[in-house]
Nanobody
Framework: VQLQASGGGLVQAGGSLRLSCAAS????????VGWFRQAPGKEREFVSS???????YYADSVKGRFTISRDNAKNTVYLQMNSLNAEDTAVYYC??????????????????WGQGTLVTVSS
């Protein structure tokens, strides 16, 4: 499966952005899909995911502010990000895996990656 991420940009603290990840080659609903992010000098970390069985997971740092969703007709997964703060500044990567993606998933375990999209939150 090929993944194409978009929607990053510069936003002020407290603002919102919506990231999109369009898939081609395979049907996204047959994969666990989600988002990771990597801030400068830090390891890539899990943000959110939807499993094949439509279970939702969120990292504690984004819970209540970010919402992940999937549009099967468009074969696209979204990440709505609200109440952004400077700590959310990172390159965001969409990801897909044929088996599982949850809170304990590390980036080493992911099968497919989209290219990153940069989110910069100014304070």
């Amino acid at each position: 499966v090929q993944l194409q991420a978009s929607g990053g940009g510069l936003v002020q603290a407290g603002g919102s952005l919506r990231l999109s990840c369009a898939a081609s080659g395979r049907t996204l609903s047959t994969y666990a899909v989600g988002w990771f992010r990597q801030a400068p000098g830090k390891e890539r970390e899990f943000v959110s995911s939807i499993t094949r069985y439509v279970r939702y997971y969120y990292a504690d740092s984004v819970k209540g502010r970010f919402t992940i969703s999937r549009d099967n007709a468009k074969n696209t997964v979204y990440l709505q990000m609200n109440s952004l703060n400077a700590e959310d500044t990172a390159v965001y990567y969409c990801a897909a895996d044929a088996s599982y993606m949850g809170l304990d998933t590390t980036w080493h375990e992911i099968e497919y990656w989209g290219q990153g999209t940069l989110v910069t939150v100014s304070s």
